[in-house]
């Protein structure tokens, strides 16, 4: 199902979920609806794409961890799907999005325990879900449509003047400032936003650097996450307000050592 879903050929997951029922001593949907979920969290601790129908559990045991890289080990040829989901051509879908219908609700909050680092163990070494951030046209595109979505909202509530004043720091002055829009509040307070774009659910983890969480931390109460999510396909956007250490669940990854 994932290598259909990253080559954009129709499938039914409850099909497929009823084929598999007889050859599990006929367990219920259900059941296996949760097991797809275990994989998209054993995936997604891996650093790979997902199947978005499926929103990951992270509650699984390691033997279905050890399955997953068993099977990605014997079907390496995968990795080129997760490639180009990472690095192909963007479809920009600006011209059919209603901004009124673009924001919902963010994801619940729940305590999040440290994934163990089974990705080392993975035949598959690149991080596909990191590489998808970096990928520029995505990140320009997903910038782009908030602009334009500051500016209409601003304009439809009677703020013209201040819909002039959103400014694209990133692209006007590169990406050191730890923020990418300068935006305003309808009384014309400062809005830091940053944003991150993935074609991905809503769940799919981001990644952010020291210098945004510090800048978050300073800014917390004018500092704003705008999490952009099935970008391709009817996009959406959930919006959450404060530091990046407090409206998430943050692991540090990387650590720079002096001597």
Known sequence: MLTKELADDNYTKAKHRRNLMPLLNNRSEGSIEFKHQNISAVLINLGQPYIKGYLPRFNYQKV???????YLTGNQSIEKQFEQFAEGDIINPNVKIGFDKLIVDPPASKVMERPAPAYTRSPIKTNYL?????NMTLGMHGEELVIKYEKWKLTVSGKENLADQVRWISKEEGDGAGFDILSRNINGTDKYIEVKTTKLGKETPFFFSHNELQFSQEKHGKYYLYRLFNFEKNAKMFVKNGGLDKICTSFPMTYKGYF
């Open 64 to 70: 279905l961890e050890d399955k997953v890289i068993e």
């Open 130 to 134: 990191e590489q998808e951030q970096r």
